[in-house]
């Protein structure tokens, strides 16, 4: 059984669209005209298809095609035709595709919103509820301009979080590979040098330590390697399952240095998210259910939960907020104004504004004080070992000399 898109027309003039399952189009007509509806259009629904060619569509691509169809609409062009123009000039060929596909469903009667439901992949069911909102409200340019800023401010998040944690990894990476150098290559030619002088017995306590430690290393290399990797597999697999990743994300807002951070980066996610939505026409719960899925953190996303049922209860966003313990008592709070005074959506702007100059600050203040430790703690131990290697060289050319 098959999918029918039909458009037919009731006895008041009034045109009406939807979707029929049925054998063929003649049996759809034949239920159409027993609803006293007059079929004027009737087409199969077209099976929905995975676009893979090409490659993914990036988040600053979205933020190009939602202005330029929030312009293109704003000016009056149809919907049908903006969508033919932008899956024309793009540069993605995946993106094209999906766009000439959401283009031949809006010909065949489907809305737009349905067609972009039809990519969860590219459009998330965020960017689909604004949509949808916009459609019903008649307001689809001024929805895509705010999706727009939405999404250009998440991609800023992002960047900051990825930008903030580049440079550390980076140098702890190189650190390692120092000190495996060292431990596999160096460290055993200055013990080899040791052996011929034949002061090995002779030799400082801290050299013989470090050269235990490169002893440990290269006769237990493989152990070591294999030990890492399941250390590094148990853990990756353990965040696969529901409790392990609820561990990992309660753990991650509770680090000493790192946990703040992520909390604030949480708030400003939450309320830039849900202001949007609100701002946009979404019903709340429809809104806290949206934000809950795409909030990044199982602890933040139960909250949000838990909340949203106790709105359904009748109650208001502000004290089951509380209660979580997630989301900070200023934050809360203001949330809590926002709805006694019916501006909810701009105190959660306002709320999101403030937290992602606080994110700003903190990624810095992070960064800041990541890189001196990192340089301490790599200076420190490559310091260690040349001393512990050069100590007995002075040792020995003092030797020399007294002789």
Known sequence: MAEWIWEAKARNGEVRKGTMEADNADLVQTRLRAQQLNPVKVKKKPKEIEINIGAPVKEAELVVFVRQFATMIDAGL??????????????????NQILKDIRGYVEQGGT???????HPKVFDELFVNLVAAGEMGGILDTILQRLAVYIEKRVKLKRQ??????????????????????????IPAFQGMFAEFGGVDQLPGITKFVISISEGFVSNFWI?????????TGVTYSYRTPGGKRFYHRLLLTLPIIGPVMRKIAVARFTRTLGTLLGSG?????AMDVVAKASGN?????????????????????????QTGVFPSMVVQMIGVGEQTGALDNMLNKIADFYEEEVDVAVASLTSL???LMMVFIGGIVGVILIAMYMP????AGKVQAE
Do not use: H
Request: charged share 20%; glycine share 4%.
């Open 298 to 322: 199982v602890i933040v996303e139960q909250a949000i939960v838990d909340t949203a049922n106790k709105v359904r209860e009748g109650r208001t966003m502000s004290e089951p907020l509380m």
């Open 224 to 232: 070591i390697f294999l030990a890492i990797a399941a250390l590094v």
């Open 393 to 396: 060289i002075f040792s020995i």
């Open 78 to 95: 149809p919907l049908v035709q903006c969508l033919e123009i932008l899956a024309a000039q793009g540069d993605n060929k995946r993106f």
């Open 370 to 372: 990541l890189e001196p």
């Open 282 to 286: 979404v019903p709340i719960l429809d």
């Open 161 to 186: 979080v990825r930008g903030a944690m580049v440079y550390p990894t980076s140098i702890l990476m190189v650190a390692i590979l120092v000190i495996v150098v060292m431990l596999t290559w160096v």
């Open 112 to 118: 737009f919103s349905e067609g972009l439901r039809k």
